[in-house]
């Protein structure tokens, strides 16, 4: 009877260890107010070099004239300090519109797709937009498979 408990309390303790595992994706979004000068930086957890990750942006517009497109310079930076990725990317309605009425907009952009870090760690990646009374903020969706 003592083996059987044993054995039971054993196999509890396999399935919760189990359970445990990462989450597929993490999410952060920064408010505009929380921005440095108009920089938003994250932090991408890439220390699994098996794994592939999709990264994608997001931002949320409001006000009653909201802009066309929204230019911003985006730039990916190893944990070893290489600039990977530094460009200019612009979110237009076109994109992937999220959600929208006439005071607010959603906008997605996939920014990397299927991306094999060559350096284990944790990567930044910074978004920088000019400061505009639209901008409600950035988020930035990490993604592994």
């Known amino acids: ?11 509890a303790v396999a399935f919760s260890v189990a359970s445990c595992k990462e989450p597929p994706s993490r ?17 991408v957890d890439m220390t699994d070099t098996t794994r592939t990750y999709d990264l994608t942006l ?32 612009f979110f237009t309605s076109g994109v992937q519109l999220v959600d929208s009425s006439y005071f607010s907009r959603g906008l997605k952009l996939p920014y990397l797709q299927d991306y094999l870090p060559e350096e284990s760690g944790i990567w930044k990646l910074s978004v920088y937009a000019r400061p505009a009374a639209c901008l ?8 592994h498979r």
């Open 1 to 11: 009877m003592r083996l059987k408990s044993i054995c039971v309390a054993v196999l």
């Open 27 to 43: 999410e952060k979004f920064i408010l505009a107010e929380d921005s440095v000068f108009g920089r938003y930086d994250f932090e």
């Open 58 to 89: 997001y931002t949320r517009l409001d006000g009653a004239h909201l802009p066309d497109s929204l230019p911003v310079s985006v730039s990916f930076v190893s944990p070893g300090g290489t600039v990977s990725e530094s460009e200019l990317v």
């Open 136 to 143: 409600r903020g950035f988020g930035l969706v990490a993604a």
